[in-house]
């Protein structure tokens, strides 16, 4: 049984783990941080997205002995009900999850891009979110979320 | 009620439904006021409304809460009967303990009928709490009001709570019928976009979904299906899993299946184990489908619709047309693979599961497993996006057999590939439209043939993969939902018949998948009648408004009309030279023809290199009648547009002789941000109407929009989907698709 260390939404965490390449999608799900998704595996769909320092990355891609001194961040790392990040305060003011089982994904890779630009245009969300499936159709209230949650709304 | 609540403590107090389940239960914040045992007969009030003491009402609904918004707008209706904070009205849902048998939540009942009932028995407990209160403050009826979970005189202050007026008792009253409704001129809650209380969670990762829900001591599990349709297992080799610590194979004849203490375990034990199946039965090749939809076997032909004259002598300069439309097969493609947790004891089952059909599930539960009903209690947990019949029956069945064989609860998670290879598929249909249309484009003679597969009368539920590859009895047959639907167009047309060839198969297992049957059907029809159009040389929006005499119908054409700016013309356009051309489309649904009016419109860029279709812009006026929750509605037809889109595209399930072959979301695309177009929608509020149902209408009319969009740029008619870049790069250039 080896021992990673990482930041996890800002805390120092080490899991333990007898298989380096178990993916870091179920080493966060196995110790109760399911806002990440298992939707194919295939590093195809984005449901699974979390920041690995500050960038989007596919948790069902990514070994856990790969994050071994990074700093990881998850969807409940960004805020909760009473404390959403600015994200989830436009994701909820949109009502943009109708299922609402992609919306962790979505918000994570927004996250990504707003972290790295700031003001991005509908063209550089879209672009973004290109790896993202939805099939419930929120994709319109996604991308204006995302707009609102930058100053763009309206 | 004890077997259920063998799950974590934090789990429950972390999701909503599950929550509202807890408290039901008599052990949560609030006492009942009512303590007699539950009845859950849906001619009970009681079956739906509890009353508390502090004048908050648990709400007790059968159907669920896919997505669609149910979950707050079921609590509207209710809360504007009983003049309720709707924030008072805590809900329960599709939990068979606790929730009275409502149908399924499918083909868009959800308001319409499960709604209404709940409406109903809302106004129904109004009255007695007014009688009540008519005996107790010696006033009539037309005096007191109701406000803030009290009856009071009008405008005093101090009432008395629905706890005090009833004594303690339940209400003990058949749901009445003609208890009267508040008139909706008074609605203050109904017809308000009010926030979906699911909402928050979903966006901060609060929620828990079935996928996120955990048993104490389960086992999760990973099912090993076949490498062809209808192969058995030869042998496995439990050694190769040997390696893996506490996995274990369980098999019941060609059921196959790992499981493991821990997930990723499970999943390394699936992809290891090895083992031999014998051939399949044999897919058809997936290119004759359609030509061997029309050579049967068939169960039964059915005229649909017949009127006027067979063979109408058609007037001078009519012309006649035909066409052959094809839909192909599709999958559900739900973001998150179905996932179930069974724990079956001896002294009782339960069940967790995403099914859109909880009840049913119960009745097809103690079949198969032979335990009575009584003892088994499912409960609803919200899935990935499920928009019909899709794989969570057969993950809560698997679940079910490898927990009595362990001894354990067990969770079945299925994979990527399990999804989409092996979820019941949306059937293909496929339909001749000959018609005959006159100089001034008026319908004189119209024909459709359909060929579908037909639902089997009587099956009480789809055929689950599992049991049959156990050994299990059940009874076999095909789900396809109401797919004959709007074969016919709405127009008038002296001349008409509608036939269907039901078809005793269909190549691979279906199921009913949003607007069954609609899609396609309104696809042939609608396009169809544009092709009239064409050839009468008249605007498709005219020539439907004069073959209109449906009020609400032609309201929404013309809205749509009016959206897009609508310049009447023939299609298609006259210059179509530009290397990017560009054209529009409309298309028109009575939905079910007693249902929702919509009609949808679409604008295309199409470029002509590549035959890649740019839908620049979507727009729709809907009239589903009263609509509870505006926004609700709304993110209904948006994903009803998408989802739709999406299927018209780019979707087409791939196979081979032995299995379905595009079981990724590279082989089975959908569609992604870079192809969703800008979308309008004019939603017409009828307060005063029944409400119709918002859920599924709006996809029915998509591909022939698109379609019609299609042709108006470019001049070719594509009548079959997906209309992939190849198809239409084929098409501009002249070679057969």
Same mark, same amino acid.
């Given at each position: 049984?080896?021992?990673?260390?990482?930041?996890?939404?800002?805390?120092?965490?080490?899991?333990?783990?007898?298989?380096?390449?178990?993916?870091?999608?179920?080493?966060?799900? +196995?110790?109760?941080?399911?806002?990440?998704?298992?939707?194919?595996?295939?590093?195809?769909?984005?449901?699974?997205?979390?920041?690995?320092?500050?960038? *989007?990355?596919?948790?069902?891609?990514? *070994?856990? *002995?790969?994050?071994?001194?990074?700093?990881?961040?998850?969807?409940?790392?960004?805020?909760?009900?009473?404390?959403?990040?600015?994200?989830?305060?436009?994701?909820?003011?949109?009502?943009?999850?109708?299922?609402?089982?992609?919306?962790?994904?979505?918000?994570?890779?927004?996250?990504?891009?707003?972290?790295?630009?700031?003001?991005?245009?509908?063209? +550089?969300?879209?672009?973004?979110?290109?790896?993202?499936?939805?099939?419930?159709?929120?994709?319109?209230?996604?991308?204006?979320?995302?707009?609102?949650?930058?100053?763009?709304?309206? | 009620?004890?077997?259920?609540?063998?799950?974590?403590?934090?789990?429950?107090?972390?999701?909503?439904?599950?929550?509202?389940?807890?408290?039901?239960?008599?052990?949560?914040?609030?006492?009942?006021?009512?303590?007699?045992?539950?009845?859950?007969?849906?001619?009970?009030?009681?079956?739906?409304?509890?009353?508390?003491?502090?004048?908050?009402?648990?709400?007790?609904?059968?159907?669920?809460?896919?997505?669609?918004?149910?979950?707050?707008?079921?609590?509207?209706? !209710?809360?504007?009967?009983?003049?309720?904070?709707?924030?008072?009205?805590?809900?329960?849902?599709?939990?068979?303990?606790?929730?009275?048998?409502?149908?399924?939540?499918?083909?868009?009942?959800?308001?319409?009928?499960?709604?209404?009932?709940?409406?109903?028995?809302?106004?129904?407990?109004?009255?007695?709490?007014?009688?009540?209160?008519?005996?107790?403050?010696?006033?009539?009826?037309?005096?007191?009001?109701?406000?803030?979970?009290?009856?009071?005189?009008?405008?005093?202050?101090?009432?008395?709570?629905?706890?005090?007026?009833?004594?303690?008792?339940?209400?003990?009253? =058949?749901?009445?019928?003609?208890?009267?409704?508040?008139?909706?001129? @008074?609605?203050?809650?109904?017809?308000?976009?009010?926030?979906?209380?699911?909402?928050?969670?979903?966006?901060?990762?609060?929620?828990?979904?079935?996928?996120?829900?955990?048993?104490?001591?389960?086992?999760?599990?990973?099912?090993?299906?076949?490498?062809?349709?209808?192969?058995?297992?030869?042998?496995? @080799?439990?050694?190769?899993?040997?390696?893996?610590?506490?996995?274990?194979?369980?098999?019941?004849?060609?059921?196959?299946?790992?499981?493991?203490?821990?997930?990723?375990?499970?999943?390394?034990?699936?992809?290891?184990?090895?083992?031999?199946?014998?051939?399949?039965?044999?897919?058809?090749?997936?290119?004759?489908?359609?030509?061997?939809?029309?050579?049967?076997?068939?169960?039964?032909?059915?005229?649909?619709?017949?009127?006027?004259?067979?063979?109408?002598?058609?007037?001078?300069?009519?012309?006649?047309?035909?066409?052959?439309?094809?839909?192909?097969?599709?999958?559900?493609?739900?973001?998150?693979?179905?996932?179930?947790?069974?724990?079956?004891?001896?002294?009782?089952?339960?069940?967790?599961?995403?099914?859109?059909?909880?009840?049913?599930?119960?009745?097809?539960?103690?079949?198969?497993?032979?335990?009575?009903?009584? =003892?088994?209690?499912?409960?609803?947990?919200?899935?990935?996006?499920?928009?019909?019949?899709?794989?969570?029956?057969?993950?809560?069945?698997?679940?079910?057999?490898?927990?009595?064989?362990?001894?354990?609860?067990?969770?079945?998670?299925?994979?990527?590939?399990?999804?989409?290879?092996?979820?019941?598929?949306?059937?293909?249909?496929?339909?001749?439209?000959?018609?005959?249309?006159?100089?001034?484009?008026?319908?004189?003679?119209?024909?459709?043939?359909?060929?579908?597969?037909?639902?089997?009368?009587?099956?009480?539920?789809?055929?689950?993969?599992?049991?049959?590859?156990?050994?299990?009895?059940?009874?076999?047959?095909?789900?396809?939902?109401?797919?004959?639907?709007?074969?016919?167009?709405?127009?008038?047309?002296?001349?008409?018949?509608?036939?269907?060839?039901?078809?005793?198969?269909?190549?691979?297992?279906?199921?009913?998948?949003?607007?069954?049957?609609?899609?396609?059907?309104?696809?042939?029809?609608?396009?169809?009648? @544009?092709?009239?159009?064409?050839?009468?040389?008249?605007?498709?929006?005219?020539?439907?408004?004069?073959?209109?005499?449906? !009020?609400?119908?032609?309201?929404?054409?013309?809205?749509?009309?009016?959206?897009?700016?609508?310049?009447?013309?023939?299609?298609?356009?006259?210059?179509?030279?530009?290397?990017?051309?560009?054209?529009?489309?409309?298309?028109?649904?009575?939905?079910?023809?007693?249902?929702?009016?919509?009609?949808?419109?679409?604008?295309?860029?199409?470029?002509?290199?590549?035959?890649?279709? =740019?839908?620049?812009?979507?727009?729709?006026?809907?009239?589903?009648?009263?609509?509870?929750?505006?926004?609700?509605?709304?993110?209904?037809?948006?994903?009803?547009?998408?989802?739709?889109?999406?299927?018209?595209?780019?979707?087409?399930?791939?196979?081979?002789?032995?299995?379905?072959?595009?079981?990724?979301?590279?082989?089975?695309?959908?569609?992604?941000?870079?192809?969703?177009?800008?979308?309008?929608?004019?939603?017409?509020?009828?307060?005063?109407?029944?409400?119709?149902?918002?859920?599924? !209408?709006?996809?029915?009319?998509?591909?022939?929009?698109?379609?019609?969009?299609?042709?108006?740029?470019?001049?070719?008619?594509?009548?079959?989907?997906?209309?992939?870049?190849?198809?239409?790069?084929?098409?501009?250039?002249?070679?057969?698709?």
């Amino acid at each position: 049984m080896a021992s990673y260390a990482f930041q996890l939404n800002k805390s120092p965490r080490t899991v333990e783990s007898d298989d380096p390449d178990k993916p870091l999608l179920y080493v966060l799900r +196995d110790i109760g941080l399911t806002a990440t998704k298992f939707g194919c595996g295939l590093g195809q769909c984005g449901a699974c997205t979390v920041l690995i320092d500050g960038e *989007a990355a596919r948790s069902c891609q990514t *070994a856990v *002995a790969d994050v071994k001194g990074k700093s990881v961040t998850t969807l409940e790392g960004l805020g909760n009900a009473a404390s959403p990040h600015p994200l989830q305060a436009a994701f909820i003011k949109e009502q943009v999850p109708q299922c609402g089982y992609c919306t962790s994904g979505m918000i994570m890779t927004a996250a990504g891009l707003v972290a790295r630009n700031p003001k991005p245009s509908e063209a +550089d969300i879209r672009n973004e979110l290109e790896g993202n499936l939805c099939r419930c159709g929120s994709h319109v209230r996604v991308v204006r979320a995302i707009l609102a949650a930058t100053g763009q709304g309206g | 009620m004890n077997a259920p609540f063998t799950f974590s403590r934090r789990a429950l107090l972390k999701g909503g439904a599950l929550t509202v389940g807890f408290a039901l239960t008599g052990i949560g914040p609030r006492a009942l006021a009512q303590n007699a045992p539950r009845t859950l007969d849906t001619g009970e009030v009681d079956a739906f409304l509890t009353v508390n003491m502090d004048g908050s009402v648990w709400l007790s609904c059968g159907k669920v809460d896919l997505g669609q918004g149910l979950r707050i707008a079921i609590r509207q209706m !209710a809360a504007e009967e009983l003049d309720l904070d709707p924030a008072k009205i805590m809900m329960v849902e599709g939990d068979t303990a606790l929730t009275p048998d409502q149908g399924p939540t499918a083909g868009s009942t959800g308001i319409q009928r499960g709604g209404v009932q709940i409406r109903q028995a809302a106004a129904t407990a109004r009255k007695a709490l007014l009688e009540l209160g008519s005996k107790a403050f010696g006033k009539p009826e037309s005096e007191l009001e109701l406000t803030n979970g009290q009856v009071r005189i009008k405008g005093q202050a101090n009432g008395k709570s629905f706890a005090e007026l009833l004594s303690g008792q339940r209400f003990n009253l =058949k749901l009445d019928p003609k208890a009267p409704l508040k008139n909706p001129a @008074d609605y203050k809650v109904v017809g308000k976009p009010l926030p979906r209380p699911d909402v928050p969670g979903k966006c901060t990762g609060e929620h828990v979904y079935m996928q996120d829900f955990k048993v104490r001591g389960m086992l999760h599990a990973r099912v090993i299906r076949p490498p062809a349709v209808g192969a058995s297992l030869v042998s496995v @080799d439990e050694s190769s899993i040997a390696s893996l610590p506490g996995a274990k194979v369980v098999r019941q004849k060609d059921f196959l299946c790992v499981v493991a203490e821990d997930e990723w375990t499970a999943i390394k034990a699936q992809r290891t184990l090895k083992c031999e199946w014998s051939e399949g039965r044999g897919l058809p090749p997936q290119e004759a489908v359609a030509q061997r939809m029309r050579a049967g076997p068939f169960t039964r032909e059915e005229t649909l619709v017949s009127r006027g004259d067979v063979k109408p002598a058609l007037p001078p300069g009519a012309i006649a047309l035909k066409a052959s439309y094809f839909w192909p097969m599709h999958s559900h493609g739900s973001i998150g693979p179905s996932c179930a947790i069974a724990d079956v004891k001896p002294d009782g089952v339960t069940i967790w599961t995403a099914s859109q059909a909880p009840h049913r599930l119960r009745v097809t539960a103690s079949r198969f497993l032979g335990i009575p009903a009584e =003892k088994i209690h499912v409960v609803y947990l919200d899935g990935a996006g499920c928009y019909g019949m899709n794989g969570h029956d057969d993950a809560a069945a698997e679940a079910a057999l490898l927990s009595r064989a362990t001894g354990r609860p067990v969770r079945m998670q299925w994979t990527r590939e399990d999804e989409l290879g092996w979820d019941p598929k949306g059937p293909p249909q496929l339909l001749d439209i000959a018609g005959a249309v006159d100089a001034q484009g008026n319908i004189v003679d119209w024909r459709t043939e359909m060929w579908l597969p037909e639902a089997t009368r009587g099956l009480p539920n789809l055929p689950l993969l599992a049991l049959d590859e156990a050994g299990i009895p059940q009874a076999q047959g095909l789900t396809t939902g109401l797919i004959s639907q709007n074969g016919d167009p709405a127009y008038a047309a002296p001349n008409m018949s509608v036939q269907v060839h039901w078809l005793k198969d269909a190549p691979l297992r279906p199921s009913n998948l949003r607007a069954p049957g609609k899609i396609a059907n309104s696809f042939a029809v609608e396009s169809f009648f @544009d092709e009239m159009a064409t050839a009468a040389k008249q605007d498709p929006v005219e020539m439907r408004l004069r073959a209109m005499k449906d !009020a609400r119908g032609i309201e929404v054409i013309k809205r749509t009309a009016a959206m897009m700016n609508w310049q009447p013309r023939p299609s298609p356009v006259a210059d179509r030279s530009g290397a990017v051309m560009r054209g529009r489309g409309i298309a028109y649904v009575h939905y079910k023809h007693n249902e929702t009016w919509l009609a949808m419109g679409m604008e295309v860029a199409v470029e002509r290199a590549s035959g890649h279709i =740019k839908v620049e812009r979507a727009v729709c006026a809907h009239d589903c009648g009263l609509i509870v929750n505006p926004d609700g509605a709304r993110a209904q037809v948006e994903g009803c547009i998408l989802q739709t889109l999406s299927r018209a595209l780019f979707e087409d399930v791939k196979f081979d002789r032995s299995r379905v072959t595009s079981v990724d979301w590279s082989s089975y695309p959908i569609m992604t941000f870079a192809d969703v177009p800008r979308v309008e929608i004019d939603l017409i509020q009828r307060i005063d109407q029944p409400p119709l149902g918002a859920g599924e !209408a709006a996809s029915a009319p998509v591909g022939a929009a698109l379609a019609n969009a299609l042709f108006d740029a470019t001049g070719i008619r594509l009548r079959t989907v997906p209309f992939t870049p190849e198809r239409v790069k084929a098409a501009l250039e002249g070679r057969a698709t």
